[in-house]
């Protein structure tokens, strides 16, 4: 069982399209996060939700938006792609975020190219 | 915000032999969490190994031992009788509420 899911894992697609990407976890955490890794393989966070609710947005773009359905799924909308979206995108989960003991457990990652 | 610094972008070590990561960060929190993170070349971050802040012994995890100096914020990976599964890149993070990372050390285990 994937402890931490996402879909797809490769995105090709042109600039200025609109894309999502999915998350799905089944620990039955409360709450989950994007990171971006970009092309010096720097990861940087840009979302987290708990419990559905919006607890951590970085900053970035208004093009990127999180949408958390229930709190096992977390998906990211990315309108107007630039060439500079391109990266690794992460989709990451832990039990809380009140509590500084909790781990994070990633998914494997999906690459973004914008072509 | 907090800042990780990782200085080593690059180590390479023996197979068999041992390797240490250095890591250090900025904090003014004296409550946090520290963490060791391996990305291999299939992209999945695995943790590795995490330390408490409040915790002055060292964590240990089979054969990755960290060396946690929490007054001169340092947080330095000790990877033991290295293998070749343990190529991968490494990255020191910062968790309170969310996680900074720093820039990784690639490291390489010649056979």
Known sequence: DTAVSQTPKYLVTQMGNDKSIKCEQNLGH?????????????????????NKELI???????R?????????????????????????????SSQGWDRVADTQYFGPGTRLTVL | AQTVTQS???MSVQEAETVTLSCTYDTSESDYYLFWYKQPPSRQMILV??????????ATENRFSVNFQKAAKSFS????DSQLGDAAMYFCAYYRHKLSFGAGTTVTVRA
């Not at chain 1, 951590?56 to 208004?62: A, F, G, K, L, R």
């Open chain 2, 8 to 10: 080593q972008p690059e």
């Open chain 1, 64 to 92: 990127f938006s999180p949408k958390s359905p229930d709190k096992a799924h977390l998906n990211l909308h990315i309108n107007s792609l630039e060439l500079g979206d391109s990266a690794v995108y992460f989709c990451a």
């Open chain 1, 30 to 50: 409360d709450t989950m996060y994007w990171y971006k890794q970009d092309s010096k393989k720097f990861l940087k966070i840009m979302f987290s939700y708990n």
């Open chain 2, 49 to 58: 190994i995490r330390q408490e802040a409040y915790k002055q012994q060292n």
């Open chain 1, 56 to 62: 951590i947005n970085e900053t970035v773009p208004n």
């Open chain 2, 77 to 80: 990976l000790k990877i033991s």
